[in-house]
């Protein structure tokens, strides 16, 4: 059993299934297109990003990758997964948190 936290890549990884990568407005932000069809998270969530600028960065990920899709490559897309899983529509609170954790005299703590 593998008690590590973190990334981890599977033992067999998935092979390139896609032609074509696009990026295209959609209702909300931008889309990631591999073949026309929209990605998605690993959950299955529509992946719609903020900006232009990284959902071009997501496409670059993915037309970079070879005959096998290379997950720990593409880290705009680990990080966009994990906005759109994990925070989703508790964006507030997370900021919030943000705020008090600023605010405490270690952030700013010079050695």
């Not at 092979?15 to 297109?33: D, I, Q």
């Not at 299955?44 to 990920?61: C, G, N």
């Not at 290379?70 to 508790?90: D, K, P, Q, V, Y």
Request: neutral net charge.
């Amino acid at each position: 059993m593998d008690l590590r936290k973190g990334f981890h890549e599977p033992v067999e990884k998935p092979r390139r299934f896609y032609k074509a990568v696009s990026v295209a407005a959609t209702a909300g932000g931008f889309a990631v297109l591999l073949d026309a069809r929209r990605l998605r998270t690993p959950m299955a969530q529509p992946m719609v990003l903020p900006t232009r600028a990284l959902a071009d960065q997501v496409a670059e990920e993915w037309a970079a990758q070879g005959q096998v899709i290379e997950m720990a490559t593409m880290h705009a897309t680990r990080l966009a997964n994990t906005a759109i899983e994990t925070i989703g529509g508790s964006r507030e609170a997370v900021a919030e948190q943000g705020v008090q954790y600023a605010g405490s005299d270690l952030t700013c703590y010079y050695a």
